[in-house]
């Protein structure tokens, strides 16, 4: 049972001082779990003198071990009461043995005793079908365009978008997630009251009041520490039941939050990219190593969106230019299907696409007008995702 | 009692590059010995008493006794420099009586600085002072030795080349050789310009073979006289492309070679052109002050902006000038003058001169490369590029993107040389000139290049059809451009279908003109609609 900390600030005390005595006194995940689920609130075990050495308990604590614990959470109990000013605000929390505790996170081994979560939509993630979507921290163009696409279908698809709230991809599925009128969850690697990066606060809030949730297993002070992230991506993959790797280059640590989904069991897909840009080097590891080859949001089988936006034939929003969901000439194909593969500047493409510069020209003015091709860092870009 | 105490005579004085006649009335006064000179006279004209009177005493000449007084007129012009020397001196023997003119021998002028050995030096804007006084009516010309052969710019008078005042005072008395010895004397003293042939002309264009997108450019920018900002990663052949530009560039007119002469002339820089017919090409380094580029101090002195005229200027790493010096551009490129105030001295030069610069696109410089490779920080492109003023930047009609050509394409280019390339573009060039040329007197204009077109005639200019005319509007609205952007956009377009032969402008003219919009979002962009 979560309880709002404005009507009740002393359920979230009694989180806080769990967490900050278990940690104390080394207590293993799993014992905590079997504690709360024994005590089944909080303040119960606030008041219970020992563990009842019941036939169905299958707790290992000792209880030498369990009274130190039990004097440390009395103890951080006060004074966390008596510090109250420093009490986060809006912030919730739900036990492991709670009803609306994400179910998927029980599978798993590491599965954390209590979330911390900013909004009360806890429900979101106990919905028929969540997916992870994760990605690198710098994007091409490409990698944000199939990012924006995929979102967008999920979105449409009423599917629970849940990312890790970082810079990059993960910025770009929950803000196209809440534009689409979607529910999103972010996890976060640091505490609720110093959410990590710091630019994407206001997005944050976006997500909590557009219905979906902002959460993390970590005290609300927590700052974002580099070992943290890792474990924050293990939730990422077992909250979901599949990972989507949109965009990642090499060494990407998105590779550690598919494996761990693999090893959840997850359905781990990977959208491919170009072979030369290198920026989705990791998504090409994972297919060889036996992940699906995600091509639409099709892909993922059980949605059935009732429209689908990818792949699609245009990159542009409803049809800002003149004929923008026109038919391409001959031409016109070949120079996006070269821009595809990498963007070029106009020499490197009359090249390969064979064309001389003066016709080259017309055709990318062309294509510029009508939205499909535009120049960043210079060169031409395809806005056109798959074809 | 003497006869006459008294003696007047010419010379020319420069205000900017514009030569004056100057009367110097010279009298002997009874009274102390003193030599005094006035009418607005700067201190290197008033150090010339000491020179003077040097000089008439070592070419065995006596100075007079008593008080010398020396006017200069009219005392509205300032005068400045060492070349009255020689006419002072020649004041000061007549007036003492020790040479006379011939009666009835037309007025004579004369200007050069004096040594105190009596020789007779080089001054500044040799040419300049000879086309005034040949157009105040003087026939005869005493002067210094000039290295420049100007006879074909003088037709009615005559220039007596002397190295000292003894020489000067045998003309001056009267003693006149004949033409052909002027003439002779005038071959003997110039350097033979026009003998060193352009032998190694078009070399600059064979090493650049690979880099069209580049060449492209700088033949547009030619044919249209446009500014050109030349952008990419180092070693992708910016400067050679800049050089280039002087090799394809039509040579001067016989109205230019004098304009560019004049300026020569007066700046005391030893030119390095080949040929008269050379344009301009001046490459000043980058650390380059405000004052410098647009030329200042008292009297005002030339800036780079007005030796490039009728030429090229081309500034190096433009993102490293500082913006206060770049800022000063603006004014001449709009009107192609330059209008200096400094104390007394009001001066106008000519800057009609086509501007390239070259500059990274960012600090490391790799940024429009296709292997991005780049790892700046958009914060630190942004820093970078905003050395460069938003209004300056606009007035580029042509931002062109180089990139680095490939080794293989490279090699394949060093087999082919072609020396045909530069003229068939010189040519192209030519002939895109003259299609300006007639388009302007149809239309009645004075200006010549498309990059001058006022707003308001530009669609005229144009001659576009319909849907020339609906393809531009559509894109401009999709790419957002500025007012100014799209007019620099028309103009430049103008330039390519002058380019191709075309009196209409067609749509795939206005495409290769949107090439050369690089803005800077297209840039900086890697993220684009997030929101």
Redesign the interface.
């Known amino acids: 049972m979560s309880v709002s900390c404005t009507e009740n600030n002393n359920e979230l005390l009694l989180a806080q001082a769990f967490v900050l005595a278990s940690n104390k006194c080394k207590i293993s995940l799993s014992d905590r779990r079997e504690l709360l689920r024994q005590a089944s609130t909080l303040s119960n075990l606030l008041l219970k003198l020992k563990p009842e050495p019941g036939e169905d308990s299958e707790i290992s604590l000792r209880e030498d071990v369990f009274i130190n614990f039990q004097i440390s959470f009395r103890e951080a109990y006060k004074k966390l009461r008596s510090e109250s000013e420093s009490l986060p605000r809006d912030v919730t929390v739900t036990l492991c043995n709670d009803d609306n505790f994400p179910r998927r996170l029980l599978d798993i081994d590491s599965c954390p005793p209590l979330l911390f979560g900013q909004g009360d939509n806890w429900d979101i993630l106990n919905s028929s079908y969540v997916v992870s979507v994760v990605g690198s921290r710098t994007p091409s163009h490409y990698g944000m365009e199939v990012t924006r696409c995929l979102v967008a279908d999920l979105a449409l698809a009423d599917v629970v978008v849940v990312s890790g709230g970082a810079v990059g991809i993960d910025t770009l599925a929950h803000r196209h997630s809440v534009a689409k009128g979607g529910r999103t969850c972010a996890v976060l690697g640091s505490g609720l009251n110093r959410p990590y990066p710091h630019s994407n606060k206001s997005l944050f809030k976006e997500i909590c009041s557009s219905g979906g949730l902002v959460i993390s297993e970590f005290l609300p002070d927590t700052p974002p520490k580099k070992q943290n992230f890792p474990q924050r991506n293990r939730l990422i993959a077992a909250l979901s039941d599949a990972l989507v790797v949109t965009e990642a280059g090499e060494k990407s640590g998105t590779l550690i939050t598919a494996d761990f989904a693999a090893d959840y069991g997850r359905d781990v897909f990977a959208v491919p990219g170009s072979i030369f840009s290198g920026r989705s080097r990791a998504c090409h590891q994972l297919i060889q190593e036996g992940a699906s080859l995600l091509q639409s949001a099709d892909d993922l089988e059980i949605i059935r969106p009732r429209q689908m936006e990818f792949p699609l034939s245009t990159g542009k929003e409803g049809g800002v230019g003149v004929g923008a969901r026109r038919n391409l000439s001959e031409e016109e194909l070949l120079v996006l299907q070269c821009l595809c593969i990498a963007p070029a500047g106009l020499s490197d493409l009359s090249r390969r696409c064979e064309l001389p510069v003066e016709r080259l020209a017309l055709v990318l003015a062309h294509l510029q007008r009508d939205g499909f091709v535009e120049r960043a860092r210079g060169l031409y870009t395809s806005r056109v995702s798959a074809f | 009692m003497k006869k006459s105490q008294y003696s007047k005579t010419c010379t020319c004085a420069l205000v900017g590059i514009d030569g004056f006649l100057i009367e110097i009335e010279l009298c002997l006064l009874p009274g102390l010995p003193s030599f005094e000179v006035g009418g607005n006279c700067d201190r290197a004209v008033r150090e010339s008493r000491d020179r003077v009177r040097a000089a008439i005493n070592n070419s065995f000449y006596a100075f007079p006794k008593g008080r010398v007084l020396a006017s200069y007129c009219p005392a509205t012009f300032p005068k400045s420099g060492s070349a009255f020397d020689l006419p002072l001196a020649l004041a000061v023997l007549e007036a003492s009586g020790q040479i006379c003119r011939p009666l009835g021998a037309s007025p004579i002028a004369s200007f050069g600085e004096l040594s105190l050995d009596g020789r007779v030096h080089t001054v500044p804007g040799i040419l300049n002072r000879l086309l005034a006084l040949e157009k105040a009516g003087i026939k005869d010309v005493i002067g210094p030795p000039c290295e420049l052969d100007f006879h074909k710019f003088l037709t009615s008078c005559r220039y007596h080349i002397v190295t000292s005042l003894s020489e000067a005072v045998e003309i001056y008395s009267g003693i006149v050789p004949s033409d052909d010895s002027i003439r002779n004397r005038q071959i003997e003293f110039s350097k033979n310009t026009e003998q060193e042939s352009s032998d190694s002309s078009f070399s600059m264009l064979n090493r650049l073979t690979g880099q069209?997108?580049g060449i492209?450019a700088i033949t547009i920018a030619a044919a249209g006289w446009h500014p050109l900002l030349l952008?990419g990663a180092p070693g992708c052949g910016k400067t050679s492309l800049a050089s280039a530009v002087a090799e394809i560039l039509p040579p001067l007119t016989e109205e230019e070679i004098l304009e560019v002469l004049l300026i020569e002339q007066v700046s005391k820089i030893t030119s390095k052109r080949r040929n008269l017919a050379e344009r301009p090409f001046r490459r000043p380094h980058h650390s380059i002050t405000a004052s410098a580029l647009l030329g200042g101090g008292v009297p005002p002195k030339l800036g780079e902006c007005t030796l490039a005229h009728c030429g090229v200027l081309f500034l190096d790493e433009l993102t490293e000038v500082r913006p206060q010096a770049l800022d000063v551009l603006r004014e001449p490129m709009e009107l192609k003058r330059i209008h200096l105030a400094r104390s007394s001295w009001r001066v106008s030069y000519p800057a009609d001169f086509l501007l390239i610069a070259a500059c990274n696109?960012c600090r490391c410089g790799e940024?429009?490369e296709?292997d991005?490779s780049?790892r700046c920080s958009e914060y630190s492109v942004e820093r970078h590029l905003d050395r460069i003023s938003g209004p300056l930047y606009d007035r580029f009609d042509l931002v062109a993107?180089l990139?680095r050509v490939k080794a293989p394409t490279l090699e394949a280019s060093l087999d082919q040389s072609d020396d045909t390339r530069a003229v068939s573009i010189q040519t192209a060039i030519r002939f895109a000139w003259e299609r300006q040329k007639k388009r302007c007197k149809d239309f009645g204009e004075k200006f010549f290049f498309n990059s001058l077109i006022p707003i308001n005639q530009l669609m005229a200019f144009m001659q576009m059809n319909e849907t020339c005319l609906k393809?531009i509007s559509?894109?401009a609205e999709?790419?957002r451009f500025s007012f100014r952007a799209f007019h620099s956009v028309l103009r430049v377009a103008r330039t390519i279908a002058d380019l191709r032969g075309a009196e209409a402008v067609a749509?795939?003219d206005?495409?290769?003109a949107?090439?050369y919009r690089?803005?800077l979002p297209?840039?900086?962009?890697?993220?684009?609609?997030?929101?």
């Open positions: 069209e997108a492209r952008m696109p940024r429009l296709p991005a780049c993107q990139n393809f559509e894109l999709e790419m749509e795939e206005l495409a290769l949107l090439e690089l803005t297209s840039i900086l962009s890697e993220r684009n609609n997030t929101a």
